[in-house]
């Protein structure tokens, strides 16, 4: 059964990386702050949980998506300047 558990990390983490992809593109992150930050504390504090109990799967889907989330609160609130000569 633990396979099925690494399947949906996987899927879970996959996820997050068009997101991701787009945000480092453009420089910034359209995403809702309250939403990153609410998804990055909530992620953080089951990655702490799981640790805890000594669950590979859900420690590291936690961590990767608290990570994921952290990047894009980055960018939301450190925007890149756009270059000059592009729109």
């Known amino acids: ?3 099925m558990g690494y ?3 996987t899927a ?3 996820c997050w990386i068009p997101q991701s992809i787009e945000t480092i593109k453009r420089g910034r992150c359209p995403v ?3 939403f990153l930050i609410l998804s990055s504390l909530g992620s953080l504090i089951l990655a702490v949980y799981a640790w805890s109990l000594g669950d590979p799967v859900f420690t590291t889907l936690n961590t ?3 990570l994921s989330a952290a990047l894009n609160i980055f960018y939301k609130l450190f925007p890149r300047e756009p270059q ?3 729109a």
Do not use: F
């Open 7 to 9: 399947v949906g990390l």
């Open 64 to 66: 990767l998506t608290t």
């Open 32 to 34: 809702n702050l309250t």
């Open 1 to 3: 059964m633990q396979w």
């Open 12 to 14: 879970l983490t996959v």
């Open 84 to 86: 000059e000569g592009t």
